[in-house]
């Protein structure tokens, strides 16, 4: 369906219970004003609109921003309640499994990676850490996060070959590529992958863990899926490659968080699909955060959503986030409001 060539930036903000909203670039982060209308939202717009503040997978979710756009940037965003906007920076969890994978992959060349790198990557290395503790303390480098008083990472060989979701394969990876580098102060994790990716994400000590330690803004991992759109970054034309089962019940699967049915598993990121006639078809590539940090982009690599929250205490707060966000894409594509 034909959509308008403008882009559209639309802030719910507080506003949502006085019926009204304001406009502003996303990255600006403006705040509503009492005196602005809706009248100017196409059909597709006001049905993700409503999905997004009354849809039941979204209601709940607390304040969050999402952003839809295509390789030429963002279409439009929205802040649902007030707090977060498309530059608020927050931990993203396992959302950074995505980016150290597209990062080792810009860094060492796709057709130069190792089996066991692969493995490392789509987490069939039977590495795995033994705690969730994060390396988040100052000074900490790659090595001390690995060992006992961190992560403790294992090798288990009868999880070598089976599909495992776990740190403990990326840590190992970083331990072996990077070990003196820690999150902040000279030669640190972002020094590397920043220029890689051509990105800006901020230092945290925690960074250590490329599993799940990074923090990042909307914004800031916008630019990541507009190169994966725009083929600017190695990772672009192998996300499908060396994908394994990784939905409950797959064939060689230890252990997964994925809850969604079917779903397989790439290198650091999952591959989400769909039967039709059948047939399992890939819709999507994610790599949702456990706070609720969830980016996105479509099979075909047209189009790219990242709907940004932060909940530290609820559980499974990534699925949550990709539920919604799967209701307020299909609303913007039918210009139907989702239940």
């Not at 927050?90 to 950074?96: N, V, Y």
């Not at 294992?154 to 331990?175: D, E, I, S, V």
């Not at 397989?264 to 456990?290: N, P």
């Not at 982009?297 to 499974?316: D, F, H, I, K, P």
Request: aromatic share 10%.
């Amino acid at each position: 369906m034909k959509r308008s060539g403008t882009t559209r930036f639309i802030w719910a903000c507080a506003l949502w219970s006085l019926g009204s909203v304001g406009c502003g670039h996303p990255d600006a982060a403006l705040e509503a004003n009492e005196g602005t209308t809706r009248a100017a939202l196409t059909v597709y717009e006001q049905a993700a609109l409503d999905t997004a503040n009354n849809a039941a997978g979204c209601k709940s979710l607390g304040n969050f921003y999402w952003e839809i756009g295509t390789g030429t940037g963002p279409l439009y965003g929205l802040s649902k309640g007030s707090g977060i906007t498309a530059t608020t920076v927050m931990p993203i969890a396992s959302a950074s499994k995505w980016l150290y994978a597209g990062a080792y992959v810009e860094s060492k060349g796709y057709a130069n990676l190792t089996v066991d790198e692969k493995k490392r990557l789509n987490f069939t290395s039977g590495y795995i850490d033994e705690n969730t503790t994060l390396c988040d303390v100052a000074g900490t480098n790659v090595s001390t996060c690995y060992g006992a008083s961190f992560k403790d990472v294992t090798y288990r060989p009868l999880q070598n070959g089976r599909y495992f979701y776990n740190g403990g394969h990326m840590q190992k990876l970083a331990l072996d590529d990077m070990p003196l580098r820690r999150g902040t102060g000279i030669a640190s994790v972002m020094d590397w992958l920043n220029p890689l990716l051509g990105t800006t994400f901020p230092e945290s000590d925690s960074d250590v863990a490329p599993a799940g330690g990074f923090s990042g803004s909307a914004a800031q991992y916008r630019v990541f899926l507009l190169k994966l759109l725009n083929n600017q970054t190695a990772l672009a034309t192998r996300l499908t490659v060396d994908a394994v089962p990784a939905g409950p019940g797959g064939a060689g699967v230890s252990f997964t968080p994925w809850t969604a049915g079917e779903a397989y598993y790439g290198l650091g990121h999952w591959i989400e699909g769909e039967r039709v006639g059948g047939t399992w078809t890939v819709t999507g590539h994610s790599s949702a955060g456990a706070f609720g940090f969830y980016p996105w982009v479509n099979a075909a690599r047209t189009r790219y959503m990242v709907l940004a929250r932060l909940r530290q205490l609820g559980s499974e707060e990534g699925e949550k986030s990709r539920a919604c966000a799967q209701s307020i894409r299909t609303a913007y594509e039918t210009g139907v409001a989702q239940p």
